[in-house]
């Protein structure tokens, strides 16, 4: 279950702009989540954006170093959201809002706060 396909991947234009739209926001150090439930026919349950600002890192060197950890700490630790969740699929933005480059043993702890957080929301 440790994998990250494209169909996980949240690449429709207009999901994205839904998300933004009517998307609820949990902020935690460092991250914000903004996720939306939606009635889809996809085959995951999860869909998830990753995003690092350009205004905050200038370089593309540091801007994917950081969602290569992003990505890596969410694939290890996504089994939790995929067994709450059967008959909707979850939209996830995971943006990442610091200043400075975080060692992965962080970024992965703080994701895991914010899905902690995230999952009594879902149950609601």
Same mark, same amino acid.
């Given at each position: ?42 085959? =995951? ?8 600002? %350009?205004?905050?890192? %200038? ?5 994917? %170093? ?13 089994? =939790? ?17 610091? %200043? ?25």
């Amino acid at each position: 279950m440790q994998t990250f396909s494209k169909s996980e991947r949240l690449c429709s234009k207009v999901l994205i702009d839904k998300v933004f739209e009517k998307g609820k926001v949990i902020v935690g150090p460092s991250f914000k989540l903004i996720w939306l439930c939606e009635e889809l026919q996809e085959a =995951a349950g999860v869909q998830v954006l990753i995003s690092v600002p %350009k205004r905050n890192f %200038k370089k593309a060197v540091d801007r994917n %170093k950081i969602k290569r950890r992003m990505r890596e700490a969410y694939r290890k630790n996504k089994e =939790a959201i995929y067994n709450i969740n059967k008959d909707k699929t979850v939209c996830l933005m995971l943006m990442y809002t610091g %200043k400075t480059i975080i060692p992965y043993a962080e970024a992965e702890e703080k994701i895991i706060k914010l899905l902690q957080r995230l999952i009594p929301e879902i149950r609601k």
